[in-house]
């Protein structure tokens, strides 16, 4: 209570300037009546104080316009007439300009007889320098036009075009206009007290939010470095005592003394982790020679990562229900939760956890007949949604057994499609719904859908300005086409466009992106199967760009071109590749996952202080009983090796062809 005392007056001070601001006249005198009949003293906030000042400003500013003093007064305004306002604010524009005119012909106009030479010279040459800066923006306006003539007219005087400026109306009504805009100017500037601190706590609470979520981090890395810290603590102690005791041992040795199976058992126990002390215990018989130090290398092997625990089953009738009706903002925190919980998650058995817990209770409603479902959210109005679930999607469509759920269900490929197509203002949505695509196309029934669909005609479309698309977006699209061009219907599909084809291609071979050399080289290769697009490629000159390209290139790259300049001038009629390709049985996807980085870049949204994100906010909220249930994992064929020296033969996706070798 005294400290509120002690500032009472500077508060009521601060009340009063913005009532005052504000005009809330009748409020206004029955505050400051009350505040007198109680006897409590308003201070003054500063708003008098910035009054008077302004006024002070104003009053030299319209001096200096009625002396003529150009010096003066354009130093005035350049330092109190903010700079966002005399730059972007086309009223202050216009006024600048006239105000230069104004100055420029004041000798002519207010000069006491025949003005004097060489000053009149100065104020032309300024005013022609302020027409050459900053006066150049309006030389486009019908308005303004014939005033850059003014600094070149002996007499302007006599002239036509500047008749009005010599009006006796002209520079008072300039003046008033001057009057206005500065009361306006000086008014927006004397912000009152009142507000300042309004805006000051707003941006103070988007850095405490900030910090929050920096310490929640810190904090959660604190605990796993400490967990790890004593970990190595305590194998560290146990590895010295075990090292002395075997030196002892090594010493006893010399002396002739035996050392009995028992106390080897013991401690190779101690050395080994703790879940392979019982079996040690009981099942590994030390007396065999040998025995221990086959052991102490399968222990100090590389091996997968264990000790990994499961994460909580969530409540997914609940969380479906939420990411249906819910606000936008709880829908896409869920989406951004669940996205996490499946990127974060270490690889091996917590993620195939994670993702067949999502496929079994039919996360996206991809088993679903209802007219409201979660897929439909990729249609949503809200910014945000639409991101996240194109994210989801795309960590879905990253990994085998995600893929193989999705494509269960068209409607996925064609909502991916048509939000591929209509989605222009959200650069990362449309990277996610392409690279969910990309990843499709790793299956053969949805690169048949999508060339039926004409996704070829998109991706040559959107290819054709590269230097506009974002390095995710030229990759994966690039891909994509390759991926389709494999097939025998999206050969015929670009044998209708074989020129603007190869073009786009030609163009990307020099693209400064060399990510996308190996599936450039690879659609040309396949393209260059069907004999109507290699007599198109040889009408263009294709062999002669293709040997610049041999001249620039590394080795890799030139032993691709060299196969497909091969391939270009084979007179073989489908170079091996069966027509009827499109009416074989699907081979089984090769077992390859890749969750890239950029699943995770740029997050839209930040929770708010006190407000419940990622997996908090599911472990909080949803958390379900325990349903975790083992699952085989699918195992697909052996890799088919890539050798760089080919072009690509066989559907990739950018991530799992960077690890080194077709997804």
């Not at 079996?279 to 990562?305: C, E, I, N, Q, Y």
């Not at 991916?416 to 197509?421: P, S």
């Not at 990277?431 to 969910?436: I, K």
């Not at 030609?506 to 260059?528: C, F, K, M, R, T």
Request: proline fraction near 4%; hydrophobic fraction near 40%.
């Amino acid at each position: 209570m005294g400290d509120i005392l002690a500032h009472e007056s500077e508060l009521l001070g601060i009340v009063k300037e913005y009532l005052d601001f504000a005009e809330f006249e009748d409020t206004l005198k029955t505050f400051s009546k009350e505040c007198k009949i109680k006897g409590k003293p308003c201070k003054s906030a500063g708003g008098s104080v910035r009054d008077s000042k302004s006024l002070i400003i104003q009053k030299d500013l319209l001096a200096a316009f009625d002396s003529g003093d150009q010096k003066v007064f354009f130093h005035l305004w350049e330092e109190h007439v903010p700079s966002s306002v005399r730059d972007g604010d086309c009223v202050a524009q216009k006024l600048e300009f006239y105000l230069h005119i104004h100055f420029a012909i004041y000798l002519l106009k207010h000069g006491p007889g025949r003005p004097d030479k060489q000053e009149l010279d100065e104020r032309i040459s300024y005013f022609r320098s302020y027409l050459e800066t900053r006066g150049a923006a309006l030389s486009q306006t019908t308005e303004f036009l014939p005033f850059y003539a003014l600094p070149f007219v002996p007499n302007p005087m006599v002239h036509p075009s500047f008749k009005d400026l010599f009006q006796d109306s002209w520079t008072p009504e300039l003046k008033l206009k001057l009057e206005k805009f500065l009361a306006l100017i000086f008014k927006a500037n004397s912000t009152p007290k009142l507000v300042t601190i309004y805006q000051e706590n707003g941006q103070s609470n988007k850095v405490l939010q900030q910090l929050h979520q920096q310490l929640v981090e810190a904090e959660r890395r604190s605990m796993t470095y400490l967990k790890r810290y004593n970990k190595i603590q305590a194998d560290y102690h146990n590895l010295i005592g075990v090292t002395a005791e075997l030196v002892d041992s090594l010493e006893a040795t010399v002396s002739g003394k035996m050392i009995t199976p028992e106390y080897l058992q013991s401690v190779c126990v101690r050395l080994f982790s703790n879940q392979m002390r019982q079996s040690l215990a009981h099942s590994v018989d030390f007396t065999r020679p040998g025995t221990a130090s086959t052991m102490l290398r399968a222990s100090l092997a590389p091996v997968k990562l264990k000790d990994v625990p499961l994460l909580p089953s969530l409540d997914y009738e609940k969380l479906k229900k939420d990411l249906i009706w819910g606000s936008d903002r709880l829908k896409a925190f869920l989406l951004q939760a669940l996205r996490w919980r499946l990127t974060t998650s270490h690889p091996g058995e917590q993620r195939e956890t994670v993702l067949q817990a999502y496929i079994s209770n039919d996360l996206l409603d991809c088993h679903s007949h209802n007219q409201r479902s979660v897929l439909q959210l990729l249609n949503s109005k809200s910014e945000a949604v639409r991101q996240y679930m194109a994210r989801l999607i795309n960590a879905f469509a990253s990994l085998a057994e995600g893929r193989l759920y999705l494509a269960q269900n068209t409607k996925v490929l064609w909502l991916l499609e048509g939000r591929l197509k209509e989605e222009d203002k959200d650069v990362i949505a449309r990277e996610n719904v392409l690279g969910a695509l990309q990843k499709f196309s790793l299956r053969r029934p949805l690169q048949t859908a999508m060339i039926q669909d004409g996704l070829i005609f998109w991706l040559i479309d959107t290819l054709k300005e590269p230097d506009c698309l974002s390095d995710y977006t030229l990759e994966y699209s690039v891909a994509l086409l390759m991926n389709l061009c494999l097939r025998s219907a999206g050969k015929n599909m670009c044998a209708k466009v074989a020129g603007v084809v190869l073009k786009v291609l030609s163009d990307l071979l020099g693209h400064e992106n060399h990510e996308i050399q190996p599936y450039v080289n690879g659609a040309l290769y396949s393209i260059l199967s069907v004999p109507s697009i290699r007599e198109e490629a040889r009408a263009m000159g294709m062999e002669d760009i293709l040997r610049c390209f041999i001249k620039e290139g590394n080795a890799e790259m030139i032993r691709q071109i060299e196969f497909i300049i091969k391939q270009l001038n084979s007179e073989e009629l489908l170079d091996g590749v069966l027509e009827s390709d499109d009416d074989e049985e699907e081979e089984e996807e090769e077992d390859h996952d890749a969750m890239e980085a950029d699943l995770d870049k740029d997050e839209l949204i930040q929770p708010q202080l006190g407000e419940l994100s990622g997996e908090k906010l599911l472990t909080t909220e949803y958390l379900g009983i325990m349903t975790h249930t083992g699952k085989a994992r699918r195992k697909g064929p052996a890799g088919v090796q890539w050798g760089g020296d080919e072009p690509l033969r066989r559907p990739v996706t950018p991530g799992g062809h960077r690890s080194g070798g077709p997804a």
